[in-house]
């Protein structure tokens, strides 16, 4: 297993990610993405590689990009391909479901409120939007909340430099003196996500309460 890791390490470091790097790759990888968060996979690490490659803000450009492809192929997906998977999926998830029927009255605030708040899983709410009766409209607008979350993870990203740093980042192991500076170009993103949040809640405590 240790010889195999090495070998995927290894052909990771020395092929694919000096070719992520190329205009090519960097277009590439926006689809990839896409097909990242449409299988409901985790999109801080995939984030962070971005932020990692690309910079914070070319970094940002493709994740957000890469992003509303993915969420726009869930969204397609749970409304009709997938819809009676997606109904046995979020029976597991009751905030979810709060949101799917809050959201036909509540609309593109809602929408919006749910994407900047970091409590509500990105992947699995546009699958739930898919079953709701929100406008496409509304949906596709709304996806501009994930902006901030999106710089925050690709500055993290940025910040490590190396995709073996990571952890150190998440950590708080990073070095002050290389990061100081830029770490303070995040915290009002950060301090933007955790505020909505807050109001995001509260906003579906009253939509909850109305049901």
Excluded at 110 to 120: D, H
Excluded at 194 to 211: K, M
Aim: glycine content about 10%.
């Amino acid at each position: 297993m240790a010889v195999f890791e090495n070998v995927y390490s290894g052909f990771f470091l020395e092929h694919l990610l000096p070719f992520l790097q190329t205009p090519i790759g960097a277009t590439i990888f926006i689809p990839l993405y896409a097909i990242w968060v449409t299988l409901l996979l985790p999109g801080v690490w995939a984030s962070m590689v971005a932020g990692a490659l690309y910079g914070t803000w070319l970094g940002s450009f493709i994740v957000f990009s890469g992003a509303c492809l993915g969420a726009e192929l869930a969204f397609f997906l749970g409304r009709t391909l997938l819809r009676n998977w997606v109904q046995r999926r979020m029976a597991k998830f009751p905030k979810l479901l709060a949101v799917q029927k809050a959201v036909s009255r509540e609309g593109l605030n809602l929408v919006l409120l749910t994407r900047l708040s970091p409590a509500f899983p990105f992947s699995l709410l546009n699958f739930a939007y898919g079953l709701s009766d929100v406008s496409f409209r509304d949906y596709t607008i709304g996806l501009i909340g994930i902006l901030p979350g999106t710089i925050l993870f690709c500055g993290f990203g940025a910040i490590a430099g190396d995709l073996a740093r990571f952890g150190e980042v998440l950590d708080g192991k990073d070095d002050l003196t290389t990061s100081l500076i830029r770490l303070v170009g995040l915290i009002a993103t950060l301090g933007v996500v955790v505020l909505v949040s807050r109001t995001a809640r509260r906003v579906l405590q009253d939509s909850e309460s109305s049901i």
